[in-house]
């Protein structure tokens, strides 16, 4: 048996027998509180706006979460596919701040400042990467580049790694080397052994590169002797073994099943969604609840002028009023949604609002869809807040007003409760 929530019990509202004609007549005015303007803003929305309070239609809520995923990823991956490298910096650095590390997004050599970069792979081994790091430790302008993470390594796995990598080098964590991840830059510079030494002009531009070689000082070197462009192979290197991070979020995006996703969010929305569970009615009563609050303390503006003072009683009824029946019921029995149908159709020159405590997990947008179409209008779901603020004990439920009170008329449908409806209050 599914667990039951019980409705906090009101000391204002009334329960009495069912009047078959008469008006039912309001009870004593609740207690004061001390939370006055937050009482009386609740208590003109709730009469005035019940569905708002009740919050908003679960097809459009949902509908509008799902676009804005939409959009936003969307977004992200056509950013990814005109290569932009603005989601895959953000990743990289979220990764290094894990781990202590300096960012690993893609620098801009321009204001970094980077006039050395030393093309790097996890393939050069422990020992091999140490003197790298150590190189670069002793050179604030040299950055070292990796293409991406080896072929089933995640990018948190690979941060980790680098992480012991630099930390052994450098243990306090002082000077620590730069390191950024550019698969861009390993395409342009068409670069697939390691390591690779290349020394930038303040435009970014390559003037000298030479494989095998992690020595700066050597570059520069060669450079002043007016040896510039490829100088080839030096010392002893190695493959590089890292796939392109850029072109994997490109295929990924170029693969991202929009509709597949779109379908899945919708499931888990109804999976998700907080429902209430009330019991069936089972006898015909009436409830009047009198929404009369009582002022604690005067309320004073800051130049003085009086908005209420203490003792006055406020009952939004007289001034707001209140324009709609609400019918809170199941809508995953058929024999309260066929009332709610009927009762819409008997009521066409009404505002009518629907409010469901339940729905079909299952079925999920193809059933409440099905609910909505066979009552002709919206349906929205019941929240703790609309539950609290009418007292809504069982289901089916109908809210009305009179002149000073809300009126909750319990239907018994599965006792014939449903063929003889007397609504004492009409919307006003």
Same mark, same amino acid.
């Given at each position: 048996m599914p667990h039951r929530r019980r409705p906090r019990q009101c000391p204002s509202c009334a329960v009495t027998a069912r009047a078959d004609d008469a008006p039912p007549a +309001?009870?004593?005015? +609740?207690?004061?509180?001390?939370?006055?303007?937050a009482i009386l803003k609740r208590s003109a929305e709730a009469v005035d706006h019940p569905a708002d309070v009740a919050g908003g239609g679960w097809q459009e809520h949902a509908d509008a979460l799902v676009k804005q995923q939409v959009e936003q990823n969307g977004a992200a991956f056509k950013d990814i596919q005109?290569?932009?490298?603005?989601?895959?910096?953000?990743?990289?650095?979220?990764?290094?701040?894990?781990?202590?590390l300096p960012s690993l997004g893609v620098k801009d050599d321009k204001k970094a400042a980077v006039h050395y970069r030393v093309y790097a792979s996890q393939s050069m081994g422990d020992e091999g990467l140490r003197q790298v790091v150590t190189m670069a430790s002793q050179h604030p302008d040299m950055v070292i580049a990796f293409r991406g993470t080896k072929p089933g390594q995640t990018l948190r796995e690979m941060s980790e790694f680098l992480s012991k990598v630099l930390h052994a080098v450098s243990p306090e964590g002082q000077n620590l080397a730069a390191i950024e991840v550019n698969p861009p830059a390993f395409t342009i510079g068409q670069v697939a052994e390691v390591p690779t030494l290349e020394t930038l002009d303040k435009d970014g531009n390559r003037i000298a590169v030479v494989r095998g070689v992690t020595d700066p000082d050597w570059l520069d070197r060669q450079v002043k002797a007016d040896k510039k462009g490829d100088l080839g192979k030096r010392g002893e290197v190695f493959p590089v073994v890292e796939e392109d991070m850029l072109a994997k979020l490109q295929q990924a995006?170029?693969?991202?099943?929009?509709?597949?996703?779109?379908?899945?969010?919708?499931?888990?929305?109804?999976?998700?969604?907080?429902?209430i569970d009330i019991p069936n009615a089972t006898t015909a009563r009436q409830r009047t609840i009198d929404p009369t609050i009582e002022v604690k303390e005067d309320i004073v503006m800051p130049d003085g002028q009086f908005i209420a003072h203490k003792g006055e009683r406020y009952n939004p009824l007289t001034t707001v009023g209140f324009h709609q029946i609400v019918v809170v019921f199941n809508s995953t029995d058929p024999a309260q949604v066929e009332f709610a149908a009927k009762f819409v159709a008997a009521h066409a020159d009404k505002k009518v609002t629907l409010i469901t405590t339940q729905v079909d997990r299952e079925q999920g947008w193809d059933g409440f869809t099905a609910t909505q179409a066979k009552i002709g209008r919206a349906v929205y779901l019941l929240n703790d807040l609309f539950q609290q603020t009418y007292h809504i004990e069982h289901v089916p439920s109908l809210v009305t007003a009179t002149d000073v009170a809300f009126v909750?008329?319990?239907?018994?449908?599965?006792?014939?409760g449903a063929g003889n409806v007397a609504v004492n209050a009409a919307a006003r």
């Open positions: +309001p009870v004593a005015a +609740p207690t004061s509180d001390s939370s006055v303007d005109k290569g932009g490298s603005d989601v895959l910096r953000k990743a990289l650095n979220d990764a290094a701040k894990e781990y202590n995006a170029k693969d991202f099943n929009y509709h597949a996703w779109a379908d899945k969010a919708g499931k888990s929305y109804w999976q998700k969604a907080l429902l909750v008329t319990e239907v018994p449908v599965h006792q014939g």
